[in-house]
């Protein structure tokens, strides 16, 4: 199984909603990321788990409140985000190098989120 | 902070000719590696170049990497309808653990 799975594909939510966004990887990754894309625009890095550790946050607004239960599931919890966070959320997994250098990125399909 | 910076924006060439594209980085880096993302879906991997590596080939992706000039290129042979969409480099800067950066891409259009 090589797949990452990312729900719900699609997301409206108003800006006083909170709302999760879930994925989910069956490949025994220990790092998992979270990628923000606005359109026409390269991913941009948000937050970085391994083994469960939160070990990279790229000075993301706290309104944004990443999760990793365990090893396979990493939420992305948005709370009185702003029309401008609209964009399309990326979740990817990926092995541990112990030499910290990154390989090969699994990604989903992406969340896409729509704030009013 | 976006590290590599592709080169041309977009391209439009004729289904069986090859295609070229660039990618400019600032800083050392680890690894250099290709992706391909399809209009609105996830990004899928293509091929990932070490920093001492000159040259890697796979099936008709050409990556070469020159460390001294701070760039790579990825060309595509023989081009098909189905390789449209956008690509991006990401470098592995090792600045942190798993820290990878894209560059801004190029979107490319095969016309049948």
């Known amino acids: 199984d090589t797949e990452v799975t990312q729900t719900p594909k699609h997301l409206v939510m108003g800006m006083t909603n909170k709302k999760s966004l879930k994925c989910e990887q069956h490949?025994?990754?220990?790092?998992m990321y979270w990628y923000k894309q606005k359109a026409k625009k390269p991913p941009e890095l948000m937050f970085v788990?391994?083994?469960?550790?939160?070990?990279i946050n790229e000075s993301v607004p706290s309104r944004f409140s990443p999760e990793c239960p365990n090893s396979s599931l990493l939420n992305l919890h948005l709370h009185a985000l702003q029309p401008e966070d609209s964009a399309l959320y990326l979740c990817a997994s990926s092995r541990v190098d112990m030499g910290f250098r990154t390989g090969e990125l699994f990604f989903g399909e992406g969340s896409r989120l729509t704030v009013l | 902070s976006q590290q590599g910076e592709e080169d041309p924006q977009a391209l439009s060439i004729q289904e069986g000719e090859n295609a070229t594209m660039n990618c400019s980085y600032k800083?050392?880096?680890?690894?250099l590696q290709w992706y391909r993302q399809n209009s609105g879906r996830g990004l899928v991997h293509l091929i990932l170049?070490?920093?001492?590596?000159r040259e890697k080939h796979s099936g008709r992706l050409r990556v070469t990497l020159d460390t001294s000039k701070k760039s790579s290129s990825l060309l595509i042979t023989a081009s098909r309808a189905a390789d449209t969409a956008s690509y991006f480099c990401a470098t592995d800067s090792g600045a942190g653990s798993y820290q990878l950066t894209f560059g801004k891409g190029t979107k490319l259009s095969v016309i049948p």
């Open positions: 490949m025994g990754h220990r790092a």
């Open positions: 170049i070490r920093s001492n590596e």
């Open positions: 788990y391994s083994y469960e550790k939160l070990s």
């Open positions: 800083t050392s880096i680890n690894n």
